[in-house]
């Protein structure tokens, strides 16, 4: 665990801003890391400064610049890990334990691939792109899975090409698609029906996986259920939504999109039908959600293995949970949500008198999230006198002006909405510490702002920083290892920041940073 605090001592005490909101309080010692946001190796070091793996920012600013997405390796293993242990051990006597499948769209290098592989999980990607970094990492294909609600014919090919584990089929239009491309592989490989055999018959099967939509998705801190999902992924469990002409088991209307899906499965010779697959949605704190999914999918798995003799020996649960941004978060340990999850699967599969599918999940951002933070150097500092809403704070926000003002600092950093485009896409919020020392300064709420030319380019809506926090200082942000790199973009021609891995006392590039070469190298000329 981080040390707590050194250096700096306690905050001198400072009033909460008017401006901040209801949810952020005025730490008692500005310099404390919060052990659950950061990584297990990061803490604050004699000298006041930020330090992760025995390496201080200011020796990573040194030779890598800023901003810099900074991870560290032993806490992103010691992470992966975990969830694998955790869900292991509690599937041990169900399914004699689970394959954790990490979810590389939330951050993918081939690094990260192998050392996903070392740790014994498998990875999910989602295009060409993502099984080309996995092929560059040297990933056998039964460790890959293949997601995406609009895989290419060529990605389909090149994902049976590298004989991945599994094809998530996302639509009834896909699984065809798979099936013939399947198909004409096995009459296309050359040898196939040599010596007179029928041609086609040596082909591999496409191992599949069928995405279904059970109508549970969850929200950080509540989860809806309805029948039918307004959303572009997967099939629907609900009745009556299958093709016009399927009867399905019951006969009539009553058919979903699924059961449809699994009748067609069975049906093709080039596929293997491994199970069915959900996902309920991300930053999941609470394990209600992935209980309701797993009763309502192991109650179709027994349904089709009785009406269609599919086997259905796999169940995927998906990713989604959560990791800490704020001090109030609070996060299951993977281990809660292991034993939560295995006592329903256990229970409902009893009561069903169906043998337990295989296991599987998807953890992303409760893998990497916490591993990194950003270092930015901070640069124009800014008070901007803000009109404070008249009335009580629980009058509904009604803007009558009282005449009453309040100073909201914003401190622009080096980067932005291109290297964190969280708080702009889903109103994420981060916190950030001063990383460059300690301080002993009052408290003062600060909004971290990139450089872009655009309003709404906020890294950090609302932190108190230290008041003497100026032009030149370090800022970092933790949780940025999921979903921030991932998404990073060129936007106002900034040069995307790379990742360095930490670990034992060593830092080395594991996506170099680009430079103003790479920026114009696409740049046909004029
Ligand atoms: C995004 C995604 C995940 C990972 O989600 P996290 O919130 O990062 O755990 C897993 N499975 C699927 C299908 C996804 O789309």
Redesign the pocket.
């Given at each position: 665990m981080p040390e707590t605090t050194a250096g700096g001592g306690a905050t001198p005490h400072a009033a909460p801003s008017p401006l901040a909101p209801a949810w952020l309080t005025l730490p008692a010692d500005l310099n404390a890391l919060e052990p659950k946001m950061w990584a297990h190796d990061a803490e604050r070091g004699p000298d006041g400064q930020l330090a992760v793996g025995g390496l201080t920012v200011a020796e990573l600013k040194a030779r890598f610049g800023t901003p810099l997405f900074v991870l560290s390796e032993p806490d992103f293993r010691a992470r992966a890990r975990a969830f694998k242990d955790a869900f292991d051990s509690a599937f041990a006597d169900i399914c004699g334990g689970v394959d954790v499948y990490y979810?590389g769209?939330?951050f993918l290098c081939s690094s990260v691939a192998a050392w996903v592989a070392q740790e014994g999980l498998r990875l999910?990607t989602a295009s060409g792109g993502e099984l080309a970094v996995a092929a560059k990492a040297g990933l056998p294909g039964e460790l890959i899975g293949l997601?995406g609600n609009n895989k290419s014919d060529s990605e389909i090919a090149r994902a049976l090409d590298m004989g991945v584990g599994r094809i998530i089929v996302d639509s009834l239009a896909e699984l065809e698609r798979v099936a013939r491309i399947a198909a004409d592989r096995g009459t296309d490989t050359p040898g196939a029906g040599a010596g007179g055999g029928e041609a086609g018959t040596e082909a591999p099967r496409a191992k599949v996986m069928l995405r279904l939509t059970p109508g549970v998705h969850a929200h950080t801190h509540e989860f809806i259920a309805t029948a039918h999902e307004d959303q572009k992924f997967g099939l629907s469990m609900a009745p009556g939504t299958a093709s016009a002409g399927f009867e399905g088991e019951h006969g009539g209307t009553a058919a979903s999109a699924a059961e449809e899906a699994v009748a067609a499965a069975v049906d093709h010779d080039s596929i293997e039908l491994l199970g069915v697959h959900c996902?309920i949605g991300?930053?999941i704190f609470e394990p209600e959600g992935f209980e309701l999914a797993a009763v309502k999918l192991l109650e179709f798995i027994a349904q089709m293995r009785s009406a269609y003799g599919a086997g259905l020996p796999e169940l995927d649960l998906?990713?989604?949970?959560g990791i800490a941004y704020l001090p109030g978060d609070a996060p299951r340990p993977p281990g809660e949500i292991a034993e939560a999850l295995a006592g329903v699967v256990r229970a409902t599969c009893g009561r069903l008198g169906i043998a337990p599918p295989r296991i599987s999940i998807?953890?992303?951002?409760?893998i990497v999230g916490s591993t990194t933070f950003t270092l930015y150097e901070a640069g124009t500092v800014k008070d901007v006198v803000v009109d404070l809403p008249g009335g009580s704070a629980d009058s509904g926000g009604a803007a009558a002006e009282t005449g009453a003002t309040a100073v909201r600092r914003y401190v622009s950093v080096d980067g932005g909405m291109s290297d964190n485009a969280r708080p702009v896409l889903y109103d994420a919020d981060y916190s950030v510490t001063l990383a460059g020392r300690a301080s002993d300064a009052p408290a003062q709420l600060s909004r971290v702002v990139g450089k872009h030319c655009e309003s709404g380019d906020i890294v950090v809506r609302d932190a108190y920083l230290p008041d003497d926090v100026g032009a030149g200082d370090l800022l970092a942000v933790p949780g940025t290892g999921?979903y921030c790199w991932a998404l990073s973009s060129n936007y106002n021609y900034l040069a995307r920041p790379g990742v360095v891995a930490v670990s034992g006392g060593t830092a080395r590039w594991i996506v170099r940073g680009e430079t103003e070469e790479d920026l114009l190298s696409r740049d046909m000329g004029v």
């Amino acid at each position: 665990m981080p040390e707590t605090t050194a250096g700096g001592g306690a905050t001198p005490h400072a009033a909460p801003s008017p401006l901040a909101p209801a949810w952020l309080t005025l730490p008692a010692d500005l310099n404390a890391l919060e052990p659950k946001m950061w990584a297990h190796d990061a803490e604050r070091g004699p000298d006041g400064q930020l330090a992760v793996g025995g390496l201080t920012v200011a020796e990573l600013k040194a030779r890598f610049g800023t901003p810099l997405f900074v991870l560290s390796e032993p806490d992103f293993r010691a992470r992966a890990r975990a969830f694998k242990d955790a869900f292991d051990s509690a599937f041990a006597d169900i399914c004699g334990g689970v394959d954790v499948y990490y979810a590389g769209k939330s951050f993918l290098c081939s690094s990260v691939a192998a050392w996903v592989a070392q740790e014994g999980l498998r990875l999910d990607t989602a295009s060409g792109g993502e099984l080309a970094v996995a092929a560059k990492a040297g990933l056998p294909g039964e460790l890959i899975g293949l997601h995406g609600n609009n895989k290419s014919d060529s990605e389909i090919a090149r994902a049976l090409d590298m004989g991945v584990g599994r094809i998530i089929v996302d639509s009834l239009a896909e699984l065809e698609r798979v099936a013939r491309i399947a198909a004409d592989r096995g009459t296309d490989t050359p040898g196939a029906g040599a010596g007179g055999g029928e041609a086609g018959t040596e082909a591999p099967r496409a191992k599949v996986m069928l995405r279904l939509t059970p109508g549970v998705h969850a929200h950080t801190h509540e989860f809806i259920a309805t029948a039918h999902e307004d959303q572009k992924f997967g099939l629907s469990m609900a009745p009556g939504t299958a093709s016009a002409g399927f009867e399905g088991e019951h006969g009539g209307t009553a058919a979903s999109a699924a059961e449809e899906a699994v009748a067609a499965a069975v049906d093709h010779d080039s596929i293997e039908l491994l199970g069915v697959h959900c996902h309920i949605g991300s930053q999941i704190f609470e394990p209600e959600g992935f209980e309701l999914a797993a009763v309502k999918l192991l109650e179709f798995i027994a349904q089709m293995r009785s009406a269609y003799g599919a086997g259905l020996p796999e169940l995927d649960l998906g990713g989604g949970y959560g990791i800490a941004y704020l001090p109030g978060d609070a996060p299951r340990p993977p281990g809660e949500i292991a034993e939560a999850l295995a006592g329903v699967v256990r229970a409902t599969c009893g009561r069903l008198g169906i043998a337990p599918p295989r296991i599987s999940i998807e953890p992303g951002r409760a893998i990497v999230g916490s591993t990194t933070f950003t270092l930015y150097e901070a640069g124009t500092v800014k008070d901007v006198v803000v009109d404070l809403p008249g009335g009580s704070a629980d009058s509904g926000g009604a803007a009558a002006e009282t005449g009453a003002t309040a100073v909201r600092r914003y401190v622009s950093v080096d980067g932005g909405m291109s290297d964190n485009a969280r708080p702009v896409l889903y109103d994420a919020d981060y916190s950030v510490t001063l990383a460059g020392r300690a301080s002993d300064a009052p408290a003062q709420l600060s909004r971290v702002v990139g450089k872009h030319c655009e309003s709404g380019d906020i890294v950090v809506r609302d932190a108190y920083l230290p008041d003497d926090v100026g032009a030149g200082d370090l800022l970092a942000v933790p949780g940025t290892g999921a979903y921030c790199w991932a998404l990073s973009s060129n936007y106002n021609y900034l040069a995307r920041p790379g990742v360095v891995a930490v670990s034992g006392g060593t830092a080395r590039w594991i996506v170099r940073g680009e430079t103003e070469e790479d920026l114009l190298s696409r740049d046909m000329g004029v």
